[in-house]
């Protein structure tokens, strides 16, 4: 089956140019001006951009955390990430102590399989750096295709590791390939403040940020960074939030580090005052590390611009307000940690990103997809518009307005985080391999259109890059 895609302006992380686009199957077989198909079904895409479709790095879809479990499960997730213009994630499959790894990941696969509306891969929890652990990580990069370990530096007495496992799953990955994303926060520092808050009384939305300062993360930031220098290795940080941290990762880099920073839709947008809202609407907002003050957006911005950070995760991890983030109306620890975004992460950076002229819509394309493809292993496979590459594509309207609610967005979760807000930039088709699957807001896929992709290793791919020119 062929699709040729004709009128629109194709944006890719360096060029944006007029050009139809020929689709072959699952991938792009020509790009070019007045491309002709005889029997090629046409999409006319005059007066929009093309995208290649969004990577996102950082999801959490069916995933127990906090006493309970996430709203969105790989369908529903997977679904609104489609709407709202992702057409592959990377989500975390957790492990446990002394449980064995292919466990884990065999449950993880049990989670997505067939029910996937896009193409997905897995990064790997590292809870303790065991010699029986490290011993395992070769087959999990070799025949699993997981090239990016996740270490929790937060979260005490449940995901939280030392640094012993942080700097030996630096090591290991240097070793072997891989790339080492960090939760920064100093658990230990955050435990003693939390305890303390709570011995005072202090059981409010407001006090999960009080309660996580600035200086937890651009300390841990800074002591991960260190230990990938020593190390020689390689550091992804997941959900930077702050100035602090920002400081740490560019003063690194600056350094000759192998180091990259991701952040967030709602780190950029909202900020620690949403915790204070009445009728304990305030834990809506409780993410890990937390909404700061809104001086810190600025920086953000900024390092996205100016590339001191470089991708843009959802860290979807969605709990409906009733019934699950009201487990904290008497103690604020007890508030599971995590919001819905996997629908609205590239409108959000659309709207108040391009729109808003505080990066350009390359850079756009860069942070929401094609970094996070080139740094996990996916390029150019997934993350440009190539011939070869999978079509991957997104035809958005930029001049088109919507509202974003929870009465008409598809995560399965009873509130947005950005209730009422209105974005410049409407997804109108999304294409995953050659296939369109929403179309005029309407979803037309198919569970298990989605399937599990092996990654290459860090870096291997873009080594061994051979570069396809445009025709
Ligand atoms: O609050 C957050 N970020 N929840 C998801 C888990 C994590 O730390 O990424
Ligand atoms: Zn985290
Ligand atoms: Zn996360």
């Known amino acids: 089956m062929s699709t040729l895609i004709q009128n629109g302006i194709i944006v890719t992380a360096s060029d944006t140019f007029e050009a139809d686009l020929l ?8 790009i070019g001006t007045g ?17 290649p479709g969004g990577v996102d790095p950082h999801t959490h879809l069916d995933m127990p955390f906090g006493g309970t479990v996430t709203a969105d499960d790989f369908e529903s997730g997977t679904i609104a990430a489609a709407f709202g213009g992702t057409t592959t994630i990377i989500d975390f499959c957790l492990t446990e102590k002394k449980k064995p790894i292919k466990d884990a990941i065999q449950t993880w696969h049990e989670k997505s399989k067939g029910r996937a509306a896009i193409d997905y891969s897995f990064h790997l929890m590292i809870g303790e750096a065991t010699e029986e652990v490290l011993a395992q990580l070769p087959s999990v990069i ?10 929790f530096m937060a979260y005490k007495n449940v995901f939280q590791a030392d640094d012993a496992t942080l700097f030996h799953t630096l090591k290991k990955a240097k070793e072997l390939g891989a790339l080492v994303m960090v939760h920064a926060e100093n658990g230990d520092v955050i435990d003693y403040l939390t305890k303390e808050a709570l011995a005072n009384g202090q059981t409010e939305p407001i006090y999960h940020a009080l309660t996580r300062p ?9 002591r991960a960074c260190q230990l990938t220098a020593l190390a020689n290795s390689q550091l992804y940080v997941v959900h930077v939030s702050c100035e602090e941290a920002v400081r740490k990762i560019e003063e690194a880099r600056r350094a000759g580090a192998d180091i990259w920073g991701e952040t967030c839709p709602q780190y950029l947008t909202l900020d620690i005052d949403d915790l204070r809202k009445p009728e304990f609407e305030g834990a809506k907002y409780v993410w890990s590390p937390p909404l700061r003050e809104k001086s810190h957006q600025d920086v953000l911005w900024n390092a996205l611009r100016t590339g001191a950070l470089q991708t843009i995760g959802s860290d979807q991890c969605s709990f409906h307000f009733k019934g699950q983030k009201t487990l904290g109306v008497e103690d604020f620890t007890k508030i599971p940690n995590g919001g819905p975004m996997i629908e609205d992460r590239m409108s959000i950076l659309y709207s108040e990103g391009v729109a808003e002229e505080r990066i350009t819509l390359n850079r756009f394309v860069d942070v929401t997809s094609t970094r996070a493809s080139k740094l996990f292993g996916l390029y150019p496979k997934k993350g440009t518009i190539a011939i070869g590459s999978d079509a991957d594509l ?32 409407v997804v109108r088709t999304v294409l995953s391999k050659g296939k369109v699957i929403i179309q005029d807001q309407a979803y037309k896929g198919k569970a298990g259109d989605g399937q599990y992709i092996k990654r290459a290793k860090y870096n291997e791919q873009l080594r061994n890059q051979i570069y396809v020119e445009h025709v």
């Open 23 to 30: 689709v072959q199957g699952e991938q792009i077989v020509a």
């Open 35 to 51: 491309l002709h198909e005889d029997g090629a079904e046409i999409i006319n895409a005059e007066g929009c951009y093309i995208f």
């Open 142 to 151: 070799n025949e699993e295709g997981i090239s990016s370990f996740k270490v």
């Open 214 to 222: 600035v200086e937890a993360e651009g300390e841990a930031t800074g």
């Open 394 to 425: 997104v035809i958005f309207d930029p001049f088109a307005v919507r509202t974003i609610s929870s009465d008409t967005h598809h995560m399965k979760v009873d509130y947005s985080a950005f209730e009422g807000k209105q974005v410049k930039g």
